[in-house]
Structure formats: C-alpha cells, structure tokens
C-alpha cells in the first residue's frame, strides 16, 4: 500500500514563492501517477497539477504558469513548486497517488496560506 506525506506549506506573502513535498512509500514512485490538488474552506476540492509516470503533466487553469510539479525518483518525492502566489491560492494542499491497478491514496494534508 502507497502512503503519502505533504510537507513544506506554511505563510507567504502574496507575489513569493513556496515548495511542497510529497514523500511517497516504498519505491515505486516511477509507476505512480502523482497528483496536486487544494481545497479551501466551502470549496470543492480541485485538480492543482498532475504528472503521469511518463512525466506528462497538466494544471489546473488558475495556475499554470506559477506552479510547477516535479518527481524524484530516487528520493521517492513529487513536488510543487508555488511561484506568484496569490491570496486566493490559500487552502490545504493535499498529494495523490493512482497505481497501475488503479489504487487511489491521498496525503493528509498542508496548509498553505497566502497573505501580506
């Protein structure tokens, strides 16, 4: 079973810059598609980025051109990287894993809050 730790959220101003981490268990990162996705308090919870285990990516439209996800392999970790944030980018970020045998696994969470 794949199990999932986000890490790196905190308070930034609006217009800086922030990193999360996903540490993933075991290490079949490279089979894994990994997932970003954020809710805020009465939202839906939203795709924020994806990246198959080919490294196809794609992004949510709020985002794209700010965010940035990543994989390492080796390190069992995907990442964001947050450029540009803007107060309405505040939420809990939360990481996904889908498994060739379509297995699903969320992280527990990390907030991320953007204010001046």
């Known amino acids: 079973q794949v199990q999932l730790v986000e890490s790196g959220g905190g308070l930034v101003q609006p217009g800086g810059s922030l990193r999360l981490s996903c540490a993933t268990s075991?290490?079949?990162?490279?089979?894994?598609?990994m997932g970003w996705y954020r809710q805020a308090p009465g939202k839906e919870r939203k795709l924020v980025a994806r990246?198959?285990?080919?490294?196809?990516?794609n992004y949510g439209d709020s985002v794209k051109d700010r965010f940035t996800i990543s994989r390492d392999n080796a390190k069992n970790t995907v990442y964001l990287q947050m450029n540009s944030l803007k107060p309405e980018d505040t939420a809990v970020y939360y990481c996904?894993?889908?498994?060739?045998?379509?297995?699903?696994?969320w992280g527990q969470g990390t907030q991320v809050t953007v204010s001046s």
């Open positions: 990246i198959t285990s080919g490294d196809t990516t």
């Open positions: 075991g290490s079949i990162l490279n089979m894994l598609t």
């Open positions: 996904r894993s889908l498994s060739p045998g379509y297995q699903v696994t």
